[in-house]
């Protein structure tokens, strides 16, 4: 990596000297590898091969020299400008020159390029910015940037974009390597200045990327700032930029201090995305804060908001394990009342906890609203409730849900009569036990491992009663 400092440093980009391009050389003259090469343009013609997007990134992944697969980008790219807005053409440039380069723009690679009969685009431009940020190359980026006008480029916000992206980047990756300044909250203002004095206005991608530096550099407040700063001026975050904030704030503070800025920042919003909510519900049952999103959860409820199903279901996992239970049962009724289908495993979870505490007639109300939703429809989540029975001692329960199961058809498994077998076994009905051992056999499986050890720990404890 000292290396790619040094380079840098010693490397004094200047654009001043570009000369003007003679429009009558071919690019295949320019391209420093034998005609044989598989990506040089007299080998394509020779082999009649028909370019498309797999060809190209083919061969922009196999060269050593990082210089080959960006002349090949830019010859073409001259050919079909299809393949310069191709997204995974550019990445593949992109990756290679980040694994092969760096790759410095000099006066001599710009001129040579003009001498071909082509130029450097913004889309290269861009690529090159990106390579330079991923190898911690800070500050030829922003020297490069300065002399952009020189490439016969104006400014934009999406170059913007780009070295802003570049310059976090680098001084996340690489700032104990190279030494590299670090890019401070005071340098993301200055460049929004600079990018609104030269008329471009800054958008929700380039303001999203500054919230991420400002989360970098510690700079909670600041990223609200600016959020607060793209309202006033018509930028509206989008799910990106809310997710940033989100999980920056969990990041840089404490996670309760995190949820109070958070719940004071959303209560002031007219209309709160889902996502947004999705994303804060899941850091709080990520932090096994079960009050703070059962908290979250009632505000949620209270304005009509359904969460998404995974979300959901990690959160009534967390109030479960964390919460009370009668308030969590009330949680997920509000939200079934507002058209919420919650998961299998939802159901599953309300009802080994409700039936592990004696709460048997609140469990069989879950258990019969998840078979009137058509949750309990194959032989597995038969298995799991019927395990779910017996672990709480409900083997009348779980025998009339066999029985049930067999009846729609739904052939059981090893895995089934094992169950049954083994709960039966430990509170001593082993005669029931005995009755399914049948059963199994009658359905042509064979006993294993688990089958006899409930048998013989179902007979001891027969034995000792």
Sequence with gaps: MRRLSSLASRSKPSLHNLTKPHQNASISSQIPFKSSAPSSPSYLRAKRLVLNPRLVISLLQNQ????????????????????ARNRAVKAALANALYQKGPLLLSVELVNDIRNSGLSVTEDLVCVLIG????????????????????LGISPSTRLY??????????????????????????????????????????????YTILIDGYFNAGR????????????????????????????GVFHCVAPRKAFELLIMFLEKEPIMQRLTCDTLLFCLSNHHMAREAAMFMKKLSGRGYLPDNSTFNLAMTC?????????????????IDLGLKPWFNT?????????GIGKCTEGDRYFNQMTKDGLLSTV??????????????????????????????IAPTLVTFNTLIGGHCKIGQ??????????????????????FSSLIDGLCRARMD
């Design 131 to 150: 390579s330079w940020g991923r190898l911690g190359l800070a500050k030829y980026c922003a020297e490069i940037f300065g002399q952009i006008s020189f």
């Design 347 to 355: 159901y599953l979870a309300v009802m080994q906890a409700l039936y």
């Design 161 to 206: 974009n780009a070295v802003i992206d570049a310059l976090i980047k680098s001084n996340s990756l690489d700032l104990a390597y190279l030494k590299f300044q670090q890019m401070s909250a005071d340098n993301c203002k200055q460049i929004v200045k600079q990018l609104e004095s030269l008329g471009y206005s800054p958008n929700v991608y380039t």
């Design 220 to 247: 909670v407040v600041d990223a609200f700032r600016l959020v607060e700063t793209m309202k006033k001026r018509n930028v509206f975050p989008n799910e990106a930029t809310m997710r940033s904030l989100i999980h």
């Design 380 to 409: 597995i989540s038969y298995n799991m409730v019927i395990d779910c029975l017996c672990k709480a001692g409900m083997m009348d329960k779980a025998r009339n849900t066999f029985n049930e199961m067999c009846l729609r058809g």
């Design 319 to 335: 109030l479960i394990k964390g919460f009370d239970l009668y308030e969590t049962c009330q949680i997920l009724d509000s939200f």
């Design 430 to 451: 082993v005669h029931e036990a005995r009755k399914f051992l049948v059963l199994l056999l009658e359905s042509g499986f064979d006993p294993d491992i688990f089958t």
């Design 64 to 83: 050593e020299n990082p210089l080959f697969p960006l002349r090949f980008y830019i010859w073409v790219s001259s050919i079909d400008p299809l393949f």
